[in-house]
């Protein structure tokens, strides 16, 4: 790297001349400064500019696949939320840093014209601001979380189309999508219409668990012996990252899926394909996707025993036939 050029004047400590990449405070004072360590100095302002846009460029990336991507109407209301709950705070934050830097620049040392008070313990006004605006920011917060949660209960129906009815259950360590309509069955995968309503009842087959398709937003979670509800909505084709948001175990991070938001007419071709299939989902195959495995690749079920998501629901996610005690036991880890 070349070395700045530089001007020296009494008093001002160093100045970095424009070829510095015209990366340079004016009249920067560094004290006394050794030459040697000039272009060192310099170094540092380059390294600072390239780590600032490092960072910028990974934050930026990570947007393109999650809560700050939303691709549906759920999702989207959730980042206003996002961002309107970040700005309300920031609106505290940051006076208080400024507040802080200037306070510690004003009453420091050699500044003579500081009003030094060591016998002053109490003033009303003080009281009066420290409290009122925290109050205020709660006040705000807590108006968006009360309407946000009515807006957007997941059990709340998306528009008045009549939604395509999903069945989830998480299993060890696999998601299990059953479409009771249309009598097919994927692991590992979702594929949906996009601009319908999809209606979700989730379960489990063993412990609590969490899904989560952060474009689409509402995470929820899933237990066994009981039912959530979900209703989510794709407005753009494309393909979404799902996963578990849960701890559950030794295969936890493979508890991944893709979802597929396709027009009406390649779902449609999708169901006909999938019908085609000659795997069949009943009791005993489902005793072998409720033991612990992963990752398992994501695969298709051409016909589903009717009824069978109640079942599982009945049972405690066991297998069909069994103790609903035996889902418990069956040897998995934590």
Request: with cysteine.
């Amino acid at each position: 790297m070349r070395s700045p050029s530089l001007s020296m004047t009494p008093g001002s400590g160093l100045r970095f001349d424009d070829r510095c990449d015209k990366m340079r405070p004016r009249d920067l004072s560094f004290g006394v400064l050794p030459a040697g360590e000039i272009p060192l100095a310099c170094e540092i302002f380059h390294a600072w500019g390239i780590l600032r846009a490092c960072a910028t460029c990974a934050l930026l990336a990570g947007c393109s696949q999650g809560v700050l991507d939303p691709q549906g109407p759920v999702g989207a209301d959730e980042k206003v939320i996002l961002f309107d709950a970040t700005t309300i705070m920031l609106a505290v934050v940051i006076p208080v840093i400024i507040c802080t830097l200037a306070f510690a620049w004003w009453f420091r040392a050699r500044n003579k014209r500081a009003r030094r008070l060591p016998d002053w313990e109490y003033s009303g006004r003080i009281e009066f601001v420290t409290w009122s605006i925290p109050a205020m920011i709660v006040m705000f917060l807590g108006g968006i979380a009360w309407i946000g949660s009515h807006d957007l209960d997941p059990r709340k129906a998306l528009g008045s189309a009549k939604p395509v009815e999903i069945e989830v259950i998480s299993l060890d360590w696999k998601w299990l999508f059953i479409y009771p309509s249309e009598r097919v069955a994927t692991v590992n995968e979702l594929v949906l219409p996009v601009n319908t309503p999809v209606h979700f009842k989730l379960t489990s087959a063993s412990v609590m668990n969490s899904f989560f398709v952060p474009q689409l937003g509402s995470q929820i979670y899933t237990m066994a012996g009981m039912t959530t509800q979900l209703n989510l909505l794709a407005s753009n084709a494309g393909t979404y990252a799902g996963l578990s948001a849960q701890f559950s175990g030794d295969g936890f991070s493979d508890m991944r899926f893709d979802v597929k938001a396709v027009p009406e007419d390649e779902y449609e071709e999708w169901l006909r394909s999938t019908r085609a299939g000659t795997e069949y989902l009943d009791a005993v195959r489902y005793a072998q996707l409720a033991a612990p495995s992963g990752p398992d690749p994501p695969h298709t079920f051409g016909q589903v025993t009717p009824g069978m998501f109640d079942s599982i629901v009945h049972n405690h996610g066991a297998p069909i036939g069994s103790s609903p005690t035996s889902a418990l036991t069956s040897g998995r880890s934590l």
